[in-house]
């Protein structure tokens, strides 16, 4: 029972924090994220 309540807050949590930034940004928080994995890891990624 517990697993289920423990998953049930995290949702909860995700769910707020991507309310939030959906509220207060323009662009997804998905969208940021995966600007700033590609600008840090520069070495997965070709430009051709």
């Known amino acids: 029972m ?6 049930v807050l995290g ?3 995700i769910s707020l924090f991507g309310w ?4 207060h ?3 997804s ?6 600007e ?3 600008e840090r890891n520069p070495q997965l990624f070709r430009a051709d």
């Open 2 to 7: 517990w697993d289920l309540i423990v998953d």
């Open 11 to 13: 949702a909860g949590v």
């Open 20 to 23: 939030w930034n959906l509220k």
């Open 36 to 38: 700033k994995f590609i």
């Open 25 to 27: 940004e323009a662009r």
């Open 29 to 34: 928080f998905v969208e940021t994220w995966t």
